[in-house]
């Protein structure tokens, strides 16, 4: 039962993602047809540097809505099922996961906390039970094949796994929807797990479309102040009341 490390890989976007927001964008603001357009965009005529500026200088303005027709998919493993319950609580958003109704847990992998990680005998105690489940889950499977179950034995059997049970995932997004999702997951206060996610998956789009991403993350990171309640700020920007004070 080894423990499993986070891995994000890019899987595919939107064809022809820079002109097509760019093309989205001028349509709001041009008279005639965009895709009259499109030729240029393709052949270079209308230059990638020119988009780019073009998109970047109106997404500044807070208009950002035409960045919704062009959408990323990215493949993770190495997170929990406690991160994935968090993941799909974003509802703007595909997502296909690992069945644990189909897929047999027989060598389960699991995420362990880095704070139960570096107090050995919390490590300990929790490596213990993931064991003990690994040895239930198995006697479970067993005992149900015996009384007829058969293929069924996973639906069953998966009730005793627990959260911290690796999960894989197909991920894909729309780019407002994505910086929605960094604001929320990258920022201090979210959990460890999700976040580390959410900044891999950061750096992916930055280098995708940098034109869309370039300034993607934490709220505070485009605020400059955060936006938290004096309460729950993690203290790396002065809150908003402190800065109208």
């Not at 499109?38 to 500044?60: N, T």
Request: charged fraction near 25%.
């Amino acid at each position: 039962m080894p423990e499993k490390k986070l891995r994000v890989e890019f899987m595919a976007m939107t064809p022809d993602a820079l002109s097509l927001i760019y093309a989205a964008f001028r349509q709001c603001y041009h008279a005639g047809f965009v895709a009259d357009m499109l030729p240029k965009l393709m052949s270079g005529e209308i230059s990638r540097d020119v988009q780019a500026d073009f998109v970047s200088k109106v997404m500044e303005s807070g208009h950002d809505s035409p960045i919704e027709h062009v959408s990323l998919t990215f493949a993770i493993e190495g997170i929990s099922r406690a991160c994935s319950h968090q993941i799909v609580r974003h509802r703007i958003a595909s997502y296909s996961q690992q069945s644990q109704r189909y897929v047999a847990e027989t060598d389960m992998e699991y995420i362990m906390p880095p704070a139960i990680a570096k107090i050995p005998e919390a490590r300990e105690r929790f490596e213990r039970f993931m064991e003990e489940v690994q040895s239930a889950y198995g006697d479970l499977q067993d005992i149900l094949v015996a009384h007829g179950r058969k293929s069924k034995a996973n639906e069953d059997a998966r009730f005793v796994l627990p959260q911290a049970a690796e999960t894989k995932l197909v991920m894909t997004m729309n780019c407002r929807s994505l910086h929605h999702f960094f604001h929320l997951r990258c920022c201090n206060r979210a959990q460890w797990e999700v976040r580390a996610m959410a900044d891999s998956m950061l750096s992916i789009c930055k280098e995708k479309l940098p034109a869309i991403f370039a300034n993607a993350g934490a709220r505070c990171e485009q605020l400059g102040y955060c936006p938290e309640s004096p309460k729950f700020a993690c203290g790396k920007y002065p809150t908003k009341e402190k800065i109208c004070t």
